[in-house]
């Protein structure tokens, strides 16, 4: 076992960027979950953004365009899933999986002529004096910009949802949407922006992964990151803070785990494998011990003349 | 005549004629672990499965489904496959090995190939191929270019195929650069890029400046390349793509000769039951060409190991070997007898880290 072969300083800053995909498809859905639609489709939104962005980025080379295109390919797919579930009124769950399916198929067909293709770099930001801190600067100075831009949607979600008169009425139509409505509140429209929103955040967690952090295009890449997301959302009982948290608790224990095993730490391998899931479970289940419950109306179908 | 019958004996001539056609194709069927766009192990049993499409032409009918989980998911797609006229099943992971069993059960007239397992029947064959041999030569090149002394190696699940790479490539290392040490992380899976690239990313930061890895994506490859100076192998295929750097070389499958082999034998009415182990010698593991990243001696040696294994000359397990807790294996000039092989569960002497049981 040789402990010091572990770098604190570098598993920080990685666990930073293995959270960080996570972290930004888990804060779309949860706002999706606020306004009180539960959309299970984000690993195909994930995926078809990894390949839609990855294919921008490399036919324009530039790798902020490649994000762009993957928040407007994840909303694309989930305006899918805004017709089937606010105008044809279908089963949100059923339409949630199918999303996923027909996304992990159509991003194959894609990403065809991609296989193989290196993606434009995406360069960590460097801040002259800032960045050459020791410790913090490899851990706060010294990444891409999507990673700041994550953790600046999880800020700005949390301030409009608790501050802002459109968080309160996004909050009143998950709670219970026949009020908000007759309150004269658009509740499908807000819904649909929601659902949009959190396709376009799926998009750029699955971009960040074939751009960012692998970065490739492979089949299937996302590998079910989308899952771990909407569990995540629950775990973290629906609260921005805690998404983050729950985020960094998996990237890290995730990296850590990997850490250890390399320094040949005497745990058996299959503890480690599985304290990724376990410590964010029991964490998240322990801080959601107060009141707080999933939104009153999630996933229930809302329908004016109800 | 009344209509029911029409369409009755329509559908008679109907079912004639599409029985007709059944009886002239051979059907095949593939299952995959991964997307056949995974670059490394999948991909290379789907240009095995074009290579037969390719050799009898209408002949044959191939079917494939790809990401199927191993374990009774890939139970489901197979009993699907034999329903639906299946001749020949190839399975094409380790995980595969039960529920193939269970499904040939079920269908005698079908032919099953479960690759890289031990368990057969009277209609279950397995193959496999000598990847340890590849392992050798990657080896070799790994301990002559490494600076740190530290190499990489990523596993996938703690089977004897993937322990006997480990064992394979240390040896050859440790032969040229006594010094060597290896780093294994396991990875508990054959394809998640993301999870790929973190596991060669912590090598790489602890020191390794050599990555192998006994999963199946390239993102390993992706990873080494932004770190720079390290080196990787391509993994089941050539993953040329990443060539120069990283990617220094590669073991390659090449399973179209033996699918073709075996779907003749089924169009013959000559498949019998075998237990195939092919090597470099016999052309199912192909080493990827050297990139000029490798010094020129050490590309003259990697190339004389080959053709050594090749001929028969070499074998990779030749004693004096240990076991890594000190105990003899194989005494000196002794070769590893195939059983030993197929089911290996310990490292040799000289690697440190447990294998997870």
Known sequence: MDLSAINPVLLIASLMVAATPLLLAAIGELVVERAGVLNLGVEGMMIVGAISGFAIAVETGSPWLGFLGAAVGGALLSLLFVILTQVALANQVASGLSLTLFGLGLSSLMGQRYVGVKPPQMPDIHIPGLSDLPVLGPILFSHDLMLYLGVGIIAAVWAVLKYTRAGLILRAVGENHDAAHALGYKVVRIRIAAILFGGACAGLGGAY??????????????AGVGWIALALVVFASWKPWRVLLGAYLFGGVTVVQLNLQAAGVAIPVEYLAMSPYLVTILVLVILSADKSSAPASLGRIFHASH | MKLTSLLASAAMVLGLATGAVAQDKTKVGFVYVGPVGDGGWTYEHNQGRLAVEAEFGDKVETVFVENVAEGPDSERVMTQMALNGADLIFTTSFGYMDPTINVAKKFPNVKFEHATGYKTAPNV??????FY?????????????TKSNIVGYIGSYPIPEVIRGINSAYIHAKKVNPDVQFKIVWAFTWFDPAKEADAAKVLIEQGADVILQHTDSTAPQAAAKNAGNVI??????????????PRVSSIIDNWAPYYIERTRAVMDGTWETVNTWNG??????????ISDAVPADVKAEALALKAAIASGEHHPFTGPLNKQDGSAWLAEGEVADDGTLAGMNFFVEGITGDIPQ
């Open chain 2, 125 to 130: 064959s397995v193959y496999s191929a000598r």
């Open chain 2, 133 to 145: 041999e590849g392992r050798a030569v990657q080896g070799t090149i790994a301990g002559r270019m």
């Open chain 2, 232 to 245: 990787t192998f391509g993994q089941a295929s050539d993953m040329g793509e990443y060539a120069p750097m």
């Open chain 2, 280 to 289: 470099i010698g016999q052309g199912m593991v192909g080493i990827g060409e």
């Open chain 1, 209 to 222: 992964i074939s751009l960012i952090r692998v970065p490739q295009w492979t089949e299937g890449m996302t």
